[in-house]
């Protein structure tokens, strides 16, 4: 990792992504930077910082599970409406 790389990630510590609030970088498999997160439910994660960047890695698994069940909700009550 480059000393600029460093730095850039250095300053990055802090970010929050998301409900994941970046602790620390570390060097993954095949020279990908690994951000190890704390989720705002307070689960540790570690994430790839390209996903998190993009926005794949929004929680530690906490939020797809809420938005899932609210889903399943909304599916519902639509389905119902339409039916009727
Ligand atoms: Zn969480």
Redesign the pocket.
Known sequence: MSQACKIYLENLVGTKFG??TVVAFEQGANSQIIAACN?????P?KVNLAHLKKGHTK?????AREVRALNKITNCYFFKKAKN
């Open positions: 409900r994941l989720c705002e439910c307070g689960t994660r929680s530690c698994g906490c939020l």
